[in-house]
């Protein structure tokens, strides 16, 4: 990941905290293959789908929380991880 792709991120997180849901797709293309690739080594295969897309609804309730220009990635893959973890 580069900067670039976190400055990106940053932006789409704040658009989903005003409600863009269009962002929501935005951090689908940039970070969820990493984001499943989480949910697959936590939750297993036959619950990956599920945890990403209870993850999906969980940044969209807590984006608002999200302090800008910290580390997005680590932010959205705790996210999945404390879902996988809770399946």
Request: with cysteine.
């Amino acid at each position: 990941m580069n900067s670039n792709d976190e400055e990106k991120l940053n932006r789409l997180i704040s658009g989903v905290a005003q409600g863009c849901g269009q962002c929501l797709d935005g951090i689908y293309e940039l970070a969820g293959g990493r984001m499943y690739a989480v949910a697959l080594s936590v939750a297993g295969k036959n619950d990956a789908e599920d945890v990403l897309h209870d993850s999906f609804i969980k940044i969209a309730r807590f984006a608002k929380k999200y302090r800008l220009y910290t580390n997005p990635y680590a932010w959205l893959l705790k996210i999945v991880r404390n879902t996988a973890l809770d399946y």
